[in-house]
């Protein structure tokens, strides 16, 4: 399968802390993407990397991606009780066009 | 500009029938993907289409599921003889013509009783 694998399952933190979700595939990449899932929702996209990128940055976002172990980070800064919710990495394979999603981290940002 | 439609947004039919599944996608896009998801679990991939074509039908289950993209009208995720293991939430994408990113609808969650 080429679904991603996010790390942590599920991440719980106060108010202001920063957050980071981690991501590990199996496959080459074309670009890796962020999305946001409020619960009952359809998903948001937050942020594209490309496979030659190393280190993208969007608002309070940062996102890294380490080709060579197939892994990505992203990091959430100054976090917000808006900000819960799940989030997905998904990979676009090298060749193909869809997406594969992984299973998603659950953050908690408590007030 | 209306973004991704999904309609119905519940859905509830008995084993045996059939359920029908509508996502009109956001204008001027011409990739639709449909995507399955259990309850705390992540999104599953069933099929990609672009306008009257079926691009990759990969992850959708042989038997009872189709799914159509045609010319004029949404396109239309179709599960025959529903089984209480199709109960799930159902989502649509599109996406744009050399575009990376998806637009996700809001969902259509199926019950099967």
């Known amino acids: 399968s080429q679904q991603g694998e996010e790390d942590p399952q599920a991440l719980s933190i106060q108010e202001g802390e920063n957050a980071t979700m981690n991501c590990s595939y199996k496959t080459s990449i074309n670009n890796l993407q962020w999305y946001r899932q409020n619960s009952g929702r359809g998903l948001v996209h937050l942020i594209l990397i490309r496979s030659n990128e190393r280190e993208k940055h969007s608002g309070r976002l940062r996102v890294t991606l380490d080709t060579s172990k197939k892994s990505s980070s992203l990091l959430i800064t100054a976090s917000r009780a808006a900000d819960t919710a799940s989030y997905f990495c998904a990979t676009v394979q090298t060749g193909a066009n869809n997406l594969f999603f992984g299973t998603g981290t659950r953050l908690t940002v408590i007030p | 500009n209306a973004g991704v439609m999904q309609n119905p947004r519940h859905l509830v039919r008995r084993r045996g029938q059939e359920a029908r599944l509508r996502c009109s996608p956001m204008?001027?896009?011409?990739?639709v993907y449909w995507y399955r998801q259990l309850p705390e679990e992540g999104l599953k991939f069933m099929v990609y289409?672009?306008?009257?074509?079926?691009?990759?039908e990969s992850g959708m289950p042989k038997e009872r599921f189709s799914a159509e993209f045609p010319k004029e009208g949404p396109s239309i995720l179709r599960i025959q003889q529903v089984v209480r293991g199709d109960s799930a939430a159902y989502f649509c994408?599109?996406?744009?013509?050399?575009?990376?990113?998806?637009?996700f609808g809001s969902g259509t969650q199926l019950s099967v009783l």
């Open positions: 994408a599109s996406q744009g013509q050399g575009d990376e990113k998806l637009f």
């Open positions: 289409l672009q306008k009257e074509n079926i691009i990759d």
């Open positions: 204008k001027g896009h011409s990739h």
